[in-house]
């Protein structure tokens, strides 16, 4: 039986502008079981990625966190010491970053950046820099980037969008001893590579026996990198199911319609995608948050509550007043 290493409890987010307060996360809650690979899909703006850097308490100065609870084994990161932050970033978690580009320092070579970060992970382990050099090298050993050493000496925009993301990639792993967290790893990379990347990430995760919690809106990439999965729609977890279920037979409104919207190789029409705008943050709709949207959200109850998460089946859980949790 796993055993939870992340669990995320009622968690709110909200950003702050000069103008207006945008309310995202409304109230989520995951967990990540010891060596479990977990999806979390939806729509850009979802709030995927807010979820990732809540867990890492690398939000943005404008994001709060107003209301809940990050363990990660029996340490709540929203109210430990410093130390014990710093600790488990340096030697727990590690975190591919949507954009590599962005992700590296463009000024600095890669053998500088990746330094530092091997540096902060082996802190007081007394290693010298020829030290901390080959772990960097064995790190891009790793990710099967050919001729580590020119890599190391050179700057990311002497690099092609793989190459940064393997490099990215090596240097999550730097801090990732036991869970890894993947932000659209595949975001602007060719096409023609996406696959070789998500193998890569897959096989590093087996090797390491690494916990994985993977953010993206590309479902097929999901389907056969997890063993679980979160539907998010509008800051809230809609529905939550084994990825082999969800995919055969979905039960949020949302999630049909995500699915049916994905383009389908052997398809001659495209998808129609989903009707209507995503939630505007600055004024949330009451209740369901999707219910403008939904073909069923004509109903009074879902305009007044927020429908409850409920188990329908063994290890599925929905949001939606379909399935009960009325009152």
Not at 41 to 47: L, R, T, V
Not at 102 to 130: C, T, W
Request: aromatic share 8%.
């Amino acid at each position: 039986m796993y055993e939870n290493l992340l669990t995320v409890k009622d968690l709110f987010v909200k950003y702050k502008s000069y103008w207006y307060v945008y309310h995202v996360l409304d109230g989520v809650s995951i967990n990540v079981k010891l060596g479990e690979k977990v999806g979390l899909i939806g729509e850009s703006g979802a709030g995927k990625t807010t979820l990732l850097k809540s867990i890492l308490r690398v939000l943005p100065p404008q994001g709060k966190i107003t209301n809940g609870e990050i363990l990660y084994r029996d340490v709540n990161l929203l109210n430990c010491s410093k130390q014990q932050l710093l600790e488990i970033r340096r030697r727990k978690i590690g975190m591919i970053f949507q954009d590599p580009l962005a992700a590296l320092n463009p000024v600095f070579k890669i053998k500088e950046q990746m330094l530092d970060i091997i540096k902060y992970a082996h802190e007081n382990s007394g290693m010298n820099k020829r030290d901390l050099e080959n772990i960097a090298l064995d790190l891009l050993r790793d990710t099967l980037i050919p001729d580590p050493e020119r890599v190391l000496n050179s700057y990311p925009f002497e690099l092609s969008g793989g190459m940064r993301q393997r490099v990215v990639i090596a240097m999550a792993l730097a801090s990732a001893r036991e869970l890894l967290l993947a932000d659209e790893p595949t975001t602007n990379i060719d096409v023609t590579i996406q696959a070789q990347i998500l193998k890569l990430i897959m096989d590093l995760v087996k090797k390491k026996g690494l916990s994985m919690l993977l953010v993206s809106h590309a479902l097929g990439m999901v389907r056969n990198m997890t063993d679980r999965i979160y539907v998010i729609y509008g800051g809230n977890i809609v529905e939550e199911a084994p990825t082999s279920k969800l995919f055969k037979d979905p039960l949020h409104p949302y999630t049909r319609l995500l699915i049916d919207s994905a383009p389908k190789i052997l398809s001659s029409t495209l998808g129609e995608g989903i009707k209507g705008n995503p939630v505007d943050y600055r004024h949330p709709p009451s209740g369901c948050r999707f219910h403008p949207r939904c073909p069923f959200g004509d109903q009074e109850i879902c305009r007044r509550a927020k429908p409850p998460l409920i188990e329908v089946d063994r290890d599925r859980y929905v949001s939606c007043y379909l399935y009960g949790g009325g009152t």
